[in-house]
């Protein structure tokens, strides 16, 4: 079965740059959408199709994909940042998540 | 807007079957795919399955054997049916709605509902 690899912790500053990595066999071929999940709170769509973003979220968040690895990435990252992040992509019509990344902010 | 709200019991005896629904209001059932994701407290997202408008279903292959996803037009809801259950099936079950067209995302979820497994 499809698997999709994602480091369990990234850590960053306040204002610096976060970047959360998801890798997968050839990702590069596959559409990625990223979530957020704050603690009590369903997952809330922030990237989809590897870089587009949905209305209401901020310009801070950006993805990518090529390869075997898609990438979020929060620049300027905020306090409110601070949540576990989980890619997904659709592998022989059945979905895949990441394992997650609790993205620390401090 | 779009709500998705699940219901059915919140604790559910080791053997028995799991049933869960998703009502869905502001906006019709049909035209998109209607999946069941659920998450073990402290671990991360799985997939359980999806059913689209016309009836067609496709299930996570570890699960396959003990799922069923069913579909009620007339109400705008969805169901799911989770069989012989363990303690290992014990999480919050979200149901979601996967975009129009050829989207590959989920664009709105329900709050989630705490399923316990226990005797």
């Known amino acids: 079965s499809y698997e999709l690899t994602q480091p369990a912790s990234v850590s960053v500053s306040p204002g610096q740059t976060a970047s959360i990595t998801c890798s997968g066999d050839?990702?590069?071929?596959?559409?990625v959408c990223w979530y957020q999940q704050k603690p009590g709170q369903p997952p809330v769509l922030v990237i989809y199709?590897?870089?587009n973003r949905p209305s209401g979220i901020p310009e801070r968040f950006s993805g990518s994909n090529s390869g075997n690895t898609a990438t979020l990435t929060i620049s300027g990252t905020q306090a409110m940042d601070e949540a576990d992040y989980y890619c997904?992509?659709?592998?022989?019509?059945?979905?895949?998540f990441g394992g997650g990344t609790k993205l620390t902010v401090l | 807007q779009v709500q998705l709200q699940e219901s059915g019991p919140g604790l559910v005896k080791p053997s028995e079957t799991l049933s869960l629904t998703c009502s869905v209001s502001g906006g019709s059932i049909s035209s998109y795919y209607w999946s069941w994701i659920r998450q073990p407290p402290g671990k991360g997202l799985e997939w359980i399955g999806y059913?689209?408008?016309?009836?067609?279903?496709n299930y996570n292959p570890s699960l396959k054997s003990r799922v069923t996803i069913s579909l009620d037009t007339s109400k705008n809801q969805f169901s799911l049916n989770l069989t012989s259950v363990t303690a290992a099936d014990t999480a919050v079950y979200y149901c979601a709605r996967r975009g129009a067209g050829g989207s590959t995302e989920f664009d709105y979820w329900g709050q989630g509902t705490l399923v316990t497994v226990s005797s």
């Open positions: 050839k990702l590069g071929d596959k559409y």
């Open positions: 199709q590897d870089s």
């Open positions: 059913i689209y408008n016309n009836g067609g279903t």
């Open positions: 997904q992509a659709w592998d022989s019509s059945t979905v895949v």
